[in-house]
Structure formats: C-alpha cells, structure tokens
C-alpha cells in the first residue's frame, strides 16, 4: 500500500538525499522519477560523505531496490561513473532497475545547454550545464532517444540522425560550433548497451505490483516544488515536474497509490543559478549562513545564494504537493543568531500580501516583512528529542508550522544518518 514522495519545498539541496536516507532500511523501493544529473544529493552514513546525483539515494540501504523511473533523463557515462563510485567504496548496486522509457541525454544536449546559455547573456538560467533542458526538450518535440533504442541498432541510429539534423544546422549556423557526427554519437551510445542491457525493466508494472503486495515504495524528489517547470519560477527553473504530482507520471503509478508526500524544507533559504528570491541575503549575513551552512553545490561547486526562511515559498509548495509532513533540515546551522528574521509576507509595491504574487513581475517586486523569532546560543547537534532543543528553538519550529500550515514531523540537527530529531514517525 504505501506510497511516499519526497518533495524539495523551496528551490532544492533542501537535504532530501538525507530525508529519504531517514527511511533506508523500512523502504523497499527508492525511485528517481524526475530530472537527472543536475540533482546532487549529499547523505553522511557512519562518517563517509556519498554525493549522488543519478542513483536514488535508497542504493545506500542493503533492503532497498533503487530504481530510475521513466520521468528521468539519463546521461550513461554519469550512470555508470556513479556506480563504478559507489562498487568501489563497498556499496552494491546489483539491484538496480532503470526504465525502458527513460530519456537519454545525449553529447549534443550538453552541447546544446552550454551555447544556448551563453547565448542568452544576462538573461540565462545559470543551468547545471548538464544537458537537461536540451534532453527534455526533445522528449516533448518526439525526438528523444530513449533507453530501450539502445536495443535496436538500426532505429538508434535513425533517431539520432533525425534528431541532429536541425541541430547541427543550428550548432553551425547559429551559434558558431562545429557539427555533429550523428554516427559517432550513436557508436557511444550504443557502447554502452550491453552493460545497461540487465538493469532495464518494465518499471510502471514492477511498481504496481510492489504496491498490489503493500510494498513501501519512497519516490525520491530531485529539484524542487519552486523549480517545477509548471509551478515555479518560470522561466527560472527546470525543465521537469518535481513536484509530488510528477511521481505518477515520472514512474507510472496513479495519484490513489500515493498516501505520503512529504516536504523537505530548509531552516533558511537558498538557491543556485539565477531567478527571484525575495529573502537573499546580499551582505555578511548571507556570507556567514553560506559559510555556517557549506552552501556549495554537490553538482557544480557555485556557492548557493542564502536568504531567510520564506513562509509564503514553503506555504505554495505546501499547497500544491498537499504535504501530510514536513521534514525541517539545517536548523543545527542556525544556532548563534541573537534573533532570526522569518518572512511572512511581501510588500509589492506598497501593499501587503501573505500568498505567493500570482505573476512573474510582482514575484521581482516583492520585499520582504519580516518577523523577528528568539535565537538560541546553543549547539543543538547532538539533541535527539524535541524535548531537548531549547524553548527558542521548539518556538522557532512551532511557528514555522504554523506559518506554513503543516506539521513538522521531522528535524534535522546534523549532516549525518543519525542526527534527527522525530516528532511523528514518516511511514
Ligand atoms: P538535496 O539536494 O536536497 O539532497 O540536498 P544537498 O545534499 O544538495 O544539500 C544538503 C546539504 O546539507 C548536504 O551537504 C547534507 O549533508 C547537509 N544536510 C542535510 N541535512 C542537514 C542537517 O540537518 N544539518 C546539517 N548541518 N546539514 C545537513
Ligand atoms: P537537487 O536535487 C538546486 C537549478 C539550476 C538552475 C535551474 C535549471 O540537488 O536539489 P537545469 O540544469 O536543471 O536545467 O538548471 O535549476 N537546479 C538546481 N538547484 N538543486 C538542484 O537539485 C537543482 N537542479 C537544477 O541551478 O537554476
Ligand atoms: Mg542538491
């Protein structure tokens, strides 16, 4: 019966690598089933640092089956880095199921993602680079190139013609580069084949059936809610639906056999490449809470942009994901503030409102009211009750529910697999 999602509530590394962690060994499948490689999820277990950006976070967990659903685009070179990664440090990866359906991102699509944001100058995205954009773009214009046509040589090889024919007229007429030699990029694709070959499956049904036999079975959000391209900050987001809703279509499951969907939120605020945020914090205080909290990508090393907590942010994403739970992570980073500023509303041009701005503009115009909470001095690291933290801290906690409207059911004081506080259990 059980179904979970994991959602980022705010604009990603909300730390869901660790929440997902949390569940590990009561989950018997982790599915990836939206973005790629421009995810990277950090999880400390027994004090050894794994940063995955392809594989689901459940591969750490002996029990679990991690599987990458058809909703993911997939770079083979990256897959099967992470996993060679993972084989030498001891972690097996044997059990690893990867959709027919699953979208390939090709040497053209991270070709493509590098010339078009230069391009677009001052107006770009700031992307990973990865070749995600370029990849989906292609699904939905019925280009793609999908795992199972590695398996049929002939059709590759057609698909990839078809699919760089306007390209390369684009790569050499309009942005300068040189063309691209479909047969090469097949013969790399197709090298991979046999390797690939065991792991793929018939996903949607292994799901269903796991389900059918009450199974637990955890989607693992990548990205986040602000990220959607439908939901977020467009055009400043990705180019996939990480929202909870995009578990049913990224793996094959209907929305009746989702009972969980959980929100991953920050104590603060942060976000990598371009596009509006309110809260960003351009001074020492946003300096000291990059540096406080290690807020540098695990994909691409640029240095997150920090801001307060922004209710109206988590309260969209809480709304549209209808989370049953949020699970708080970071707040161990803010230990030391004399008071911490939370917003609860904008100012958009001179009048006061507590939702999201419904359009773009008013989003960049929006300023900021802040409410001012309690600091606490004290290191809260090794706390493991709710009943431990200290009062300001419980009434920090307590308020971000209430602002948000959902509860608060798990907190996370510390990178590592153990350092959580449980209010309510998440299965
Ligand atoms: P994700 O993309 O949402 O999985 O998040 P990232 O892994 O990109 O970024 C979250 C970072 O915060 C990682 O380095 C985690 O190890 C770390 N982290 C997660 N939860 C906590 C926490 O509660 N406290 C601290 N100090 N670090 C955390
Ligand atoms: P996790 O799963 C934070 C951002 C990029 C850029 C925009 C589009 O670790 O939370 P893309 O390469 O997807 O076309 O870039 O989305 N972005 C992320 N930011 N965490 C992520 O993943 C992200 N994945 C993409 O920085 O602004
Ligand atoms: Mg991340």
Not at 6 to 26: F, I, N, S, Y
Not at 218 to 223: D, P, T
Request: aromatic share 6%; with cysteine.
């Amino acid at each position: 019966m059980p179904g979970i999602v994991v959602v980022g509530a705010q604009w990603g590394d909300e730390g869901k690598g660790k929440a997902t962690d949390q569940l590990g060994d009561r989950v018997d499948y982790t599915v990836r089933y939206s973005g790629g490689n421009n995810a990277g999820h950090t999880i400390v277990v027994a004090g050894e640092k794994y940063a995955l950006h392809l594989l689901p976070s459940g591969i750490l967990s002996p029990k679990s089956t991690p599987v990458i659903g058809n909703g993911v685009v997939i770079d083979l070179e990256v897959l099967f880095g992470e996993i060679d990664g993972l084989e030498a440090r001891g972690v097996d990866t044997s059990r690893l199921l990867v959709s027919a359906n699953a979208h390939i991102i090709t040497r053209y699509h991270k070709e493509l993602d590098k010339v078009t944001e230069r391009f677009l100058g001052k107006r770009k995205i700031g992307t990973t680079g990865r070749g995600i954009g370029p990849a989906y773009s292609d699904k939905i214009n019925r280009l793609g190139i999908r795992v199972q046509d590695l398996f049929d040589d002939s059709i590759l090889c057609q698909k990839v013609e078809a699919a760089l024919e306007q390209k390369n007229h684009l790569l050499l007429k309009v942005y300068n580069r040189r063309a691209i030699d479909p047969a090469e990029v097949s013969a790399e694709l197709l090298s991979h084949a046999e390797r690939l070959r065991p792991m793929v499956t018939d996903v949607t049904r292994v799901l269903n059936d796991a389900l059918d036999s009450d199974l637990v079975v955890l989607f693992e959000g990548a990205q986040a809610h602000h990220l959607d391209v439908d939901h977020g900050t467009y055009p400043y987001v990705t180019s996939s639906n990480p929202i909870a809703a995009g578990a049913c279509i990224g793996a094959g499951v209907g929305p009746t056999r989702i009972n969980r969907t959980i929100g991953i939120m920050k104590a603060y605020t942060t976000r990598v490449g371009e596009g509006p945020f309110p809260t960003e914090l351009l001074n020492a205080d946003g300096d000291k809470l990059r540096t406080d909290g290690a807020e540098f990508g695990t994909t691409t090393g640029r240095n997150r942009r920090c801001g307060w907590f922004d209710a109206l942010v988590v309260e969209a994403a809480v709304t549209a994901n209808a989370f049953t739970d949020l699970f708080l992570t970071k707040l161990d980073i803010l230990s030391g503030w004399e008071r911490i500023p939370v917003c609860i509303a904008y100012d958009v041009n001179g009048e006061r409102t507590d939702r999201l701005p419904m359009t773009q503009t008013d989003f960049h115009h929006a300023v900021p009211v802040y409410e001012y909470l309690d600091g606490w001095a004290e290191d809260i690291s090794g706390c493991r009750n709710f009943a431990e933290l200290p009062a300001n801290t419980q009434a920090y906690v307590r308020r971000l529910e209430e602002l948000v409207r959902c509860r608060i059911s798990g907190i996370g004081v510390g990178p590592s697999r153990e350092q959580v506080v449980m209010l309510h259990d998440l299965l």
